[in-house]
Nanobody, 116 residues
Framework: QVQFVESGGGLAQPGGSVRLSCVVS????????MGWYRQVPGKERELVAH???????VYTDSVSGRFAIFRDDYKNTLYLQMNNLKPEDTAVYYC??????????WGQGTPVTVSS
């Protein structure tokens, strides 16, 4: 059974930094395209950063240059380093495979609030 356990979110000030972690079980992240998504109430979940298996990380324009996705294959854990945070980064963040399958399981997510 595939499971994602996200952590590391919380309250951050504008311009601050947060590092999110996602412990994955049931699949090997080293051979899967993995990504970080975020969702705000009333909007669809958005893919903000992803890392193809063996490929180069890709970022949506709004986070490019500020966020970095990386992984520890030994720990089967995905990370998202978020720097220079902005209020519009406020969302619940999830990790998952990059897939069009609408029925794939999701974790509980970790909320990030950027506010002074």
């Amino acid at each position: 059974q595939v499971q994602f356990v996200e952590s590391g979110g919380g309250l951050a000030q504008p311009g601050g930094s947060v590092r999110l972690s996602c412990v994955v079980s049931g699949l090997h992240i080293s051979v899967n395209a993995m990504g970080w998504y975020r969702q705000v109430p009333g909007k669809e979940r958005e893919l903000v950063a992803h890392m193809p298996a063996g490929g180069i990380a890709v970022y949506t324009d709004s986070v490019s240059g500020r966020f970095a996705i990386f992984r520890d294959d030994y720990k089967n854990t995905l990370y998202l380093q978020m720097n220079n945070l902005k209020p519009e980064d406020t969302a619940v963040y999830y990790c998952n495979r990059v897939s069009s399958d609408p029925h794939r399981p999701w974790g509980q997510g970790t909320p990030v609030t950027v506010s002074s």
